[in-house]
Each structure stands twice: as structure tokens, then as C-alpha cells.
């Protein structure tokens, strides 16, 4: 039944069916020729996978990088970040990977972050020197820390697949998130001193206060964010209502750049967007459904204990797995495939739930920047009109520090679970 569905999703994807379709169609056909399941259960198994409090989250959390994006917020974090970094080698590059981690905080979205922060990046790197395929290479790899740094679409997709505390599994991403950026910027230092790309230029304390003040509100919503699910102060999705409600009085009464009559065109957007992971998720279930009955989980269990593979051989299998799975599917319905195929082998060869499900949400969203199903990738290329090849040549280098940053962590769990341990999160 397993590889039967799997066959044909691929098979109908191949098409160009959409992939929500692909795996509906694919699901219905397994389950009409396999079993004798009543066909009207499919409308009740969908509707009770979405009747969950914590996949609210996922529609807030696009609104609220809709609405800073619409707002011209990004303006104000580039400038702070380019004031505070500006002026070291290669300041430019720094400049990058710093408004992104910011602007992370804020959006949780990859796509959003090139879509408006992304467009000044590139500008800006190219007017101090710098290549612009290295500024749009540069540009598309940091957008996947909006993927990885807390409030992460992705990670809330996760920990929902996984029924896992999401409070929990947010905070977890925070380090490595910034593990990543640390090593974006070590390798643009390395790069710009060989080439000699943007000499720095002096720092100027009062530029990065007058920045700072105009972006301190915005910077504040990661801030309240992470402070009041950490504490328990309230859940992810009522962190995500509290954020919609700030950014919007920030972007309509205080900054007075969002006009209301725009708030109806943003919530359209935020639906169709929402819709499309929605029904992703919906008809995922129907293929998670029939991979628990044919029992997959348990052979891939089987499979993992007859190789004798301890937790970290394990996880580098997975990673391994998991990143020529990205390569050909999209981050979202991968996870909504495989985490419930995965988790409880995972768990029988000692891998830690949360570890891995950082693990899976930094490794998938290399699919992002990668052909051919990049939404990042295309995104950019739109953004600073290029050819999607160029902009791939442009890629390498910051893509292979992304996928060894990412190895690293496999290696040292230590990175990922320290941190909520401290805080007695886990």
C-alpha cells in the first residue's frame, strides 16, 4: 500500500499536478484499491486533522509577515543592521545574515523575507561592490534562517505532526538558527578579506542608536514572542494573535506606512496562502492514515534496528534521507509525509523527538534555495531579475556553508537541546 501511493503521488506530481491533489488522488486510489474503508470517512478524517488550536497559529503567524512586509519594516531593520555591522569586513555580507536573523524573528516566512528584506539586501551589496550573483546567493541562503529562527511557520507545522509542545520546539530552533547565521558570517568575512570586497568603513555610535530607536518596536515582537511562550506566559497561538495585533498597530497608527484600506487585500493574501498549506495538511493525513495501517513505521523501525544504528549513525542516515528528499518535494508536505513515518523509529534507536524534528525543518528547508522546486530560489531570481541558473552559480558556496552548518548540528545535539534544558523547557 505504502510504496503504491508513493509511486503514484510521484507519478501524478510528474504531471504537474498540484501536490495536495497528487496526494489526495494518490491516497483515494491506495485506499479504494487496497481496503474497504468507506470513502465519506476521508471528508471526517480531514476536517478533525484541521480542527486543531495550534494550527490557528500557522494563518496568524502569515499574517504577521504580510503585515510587516506591506508596513515597509524591513527598511528600518536593514538600516539598524547596517549601522551595527556595517563597518566590519565585508560589512555588507554581515549586514545581510543580521537583517534576516531580525527580520526571522519577525516574519517566520523564507519567502517573505526575500520578498522584502530581499531586495534591499541585493541593492545594497551591490552598490559597496560586491558580485551580485554572491549578494543574491547570499540573499536567498540567509532567507532560510525566516525557517529556522523562532516563530518559524515550519517549526509550528512540526511540532503540530508530531503533537509535540511547539513553546518548546520554537525555542529549541533559536540557537541553532543563530549557529547558522555565525557561520554565514564567518565565511562573508573570509570571502570579502580574500577579494577585498567592501573595505569597512568607521562605526558610527550615533548612527546605530537613531537606527536602533526607529527599529526598536519591530524588534520587539521575536522579543515578546519568545519571552512569553518560554514562560508560559501564553501558547504559541496566542502569541501569534498578540503579535498580529502589535505589528498592526505598529504598521497602521504608529508608523502610519500601512494604509487601512490595504488590510483587506492582505487578508485575502494571508488566506490563499494559509489555504494551500491547509489543504496540504488535510489531505496528508489521508496518506499518514494509510501508512500507519500498512504498518511503514514499524518496518522502517525494523529496518534501523537491523542496521544496528545508535542515535548519531541514525540521525546521519536520516539528514542523508531527508536531504535528497528536499531536493524533489517541498518542505511542507514532506513533513506532513514522513514525520509520522519516521518519529517512532527515531525514538526506538534513541534519537531525541525534538532533535530530530530541528533536524528534519533545517535539512527540508535546503529544498527551498535548491532546484527544482525552490520556492526561495524562484523568488529571488524574480527579485533581482536573474536567471534562475545564474542565480544558482551565484548559490554555491553560501549553500554549502548552509548544508555544513546544518551537518554540524546533526553531529552536536548538544546545540539544539541545551538551551531548553537551561531554561527547564524539556
Known amino acids: 500500500m505504502s510504496v503504491f501511493l508513493l509511486v503514484a503521488f510521484f507519478g501524478l506530481s510528474m504531471l504537474g499536478i498540484p501536490l495536495a491533489v497528487a496526494l489526495a488522488l494518490a491516497s483515494v486510489a491506495t485506499l479504494t484499491l487496497f481496503t474497504s474503508m468507506p470513502l465519506d470517512l476521508l471528508s471526517q478524517t480531514m476536517f478533525s486533522s484541521m480542527n486543531s488550536f495550534l494550527l490557528v497559529a500557522v494563518p496568524l503567524f502569515i499574517l504577521v509577515g504580510t503585515v510587516m512586509e506591506r508596513g515597509r ?11 551595527m555591522v556595517g563597518w566590519l569586513p565585508g560589512g555588507l555580507g554581515h549586514v545581510n545574515v543580521i537583517s534576516s536573523v531580525i527580520f526571522s524573528g519577525v516574519s517566520g516566512s523564507s519567502v517573505a523575507d526575500i520578498a522584502s528584506v530581499g531586495a534591499i539586501e541585493i541593492k545594497a551589496m551591490e552598490r559597496h561592490g560586491f558580485p ?3 549578494a543574491v546567493g547570499m540573499t536567498l541562503c540567509t532567507a532560510t534562517l525566516s525557517s529556522i529562527i523562532p516563530p518559524s511557520i515550519l517549526v509550528v507545522i512540526a511540532g503540530s505532526i508530531a503533537n509535540v509542545s511547539i513553546g ?4 529549541a ?3 541553532p538558527g543563530l549557529f547558522i547565521a555565525l557561520a554565514f558570517m564567518v565565511f562573508n568575512h573570509f570571502y570579502s578579506v580574500y577579494y577585498g570586497y567592501n573595505p569597512p568603513s568607521p562605526f558610527n555610535l550615533r548612527m546605530v542608536m537613531v537606527t536602533g530607536i526607529s527599529a526598536i518596536l519591530p524588534m520587539l515582537t521575536p522579543l515578546i514572542l519568545i519571552i512569553g511562550i518560554a514562560s508560559g506566559l501564553f501558547t504559541p497561538t496566542e502569541a501569534a494573535a498578540i503579535a498580529v495585533v502589535y505589528v498592526g498597530v505598529l504598521g497602521v497608527l504608529v508608523y502610519r506606512t500601512l494604509p487601512v484600506r490595504e488590510l483587506p487585500e492582505i487578508l485575502i493574501s494571508t488566506a490563499r496562502i494559509s489555504g494551500t498549506i491547509l489543504f496540504i495538511a488535510a489531505t496528508s493525513q489521508i496518506a499518514a492514515w494509510v501508512f500507519t495501517y500498512d504498518g511503514l513505521p514499524d518496518k522502517v523501525a525494523e529496518l534501523l534496528q537491523a542496521m544496528n544504528l545508535g542515535p548519531l549513525s541514525g540521525m546521519l542516515v536520516i539528514f542523508v ?4 528528499i528536499g531536493i524533489f518535494m517541498e518542505a511542507i508536505p514532506a513533513m506532513f509525509i514522513l514525520i509520522p513515518v519516521l518519529m517512532p523509529p527515531v525514538q526506538a534507536i534513541g534519537i531525541d523527538p525534538i532533535h530530530f524534528l530541528i533536524v528534519t525543518v533545517m535539512t527540508l528547508t535546503l529544498g527551498l534555495v535548491t532546484p ?3 520556492v526561495c530560489l524562484f523568488a529571488a ?4 531579475n536573474m536567471r534562475v ?5 551565484g548559490s554555491l558556496a553560501p549553500m554549502a556553508v548552509l548544508t555544513l552548518a546544518i551537518f554540524a548540528l546533526v553531529l552536536f545535539p548538544i546545540l539544539t537541546l541545551g538551551p531548553i534544558r537551561l531554561l527547564g523547557m524539556y
Open 168 to 171: 518548546t520546539l520554537l525555542v
Open 381 to 384: 531570481a524574480q527579485v533581482a
Open 173 to 175: 530552533g533559536l540557537v
Open 321 to 324: 534521507f531527508l536531504l535528497i
Open 132 to 134: 551580485k550573483g554572491y
Open 389 to 393: 541558473e545564474d542565480v544558482i552559480r
Open 372 to 374: 527544482p522546486v525552490g
Open 73 to 83: 519594516v524591513a527598511e528600518r531593520i536593514f538600516d539598524f543592521a547596517e549601522a
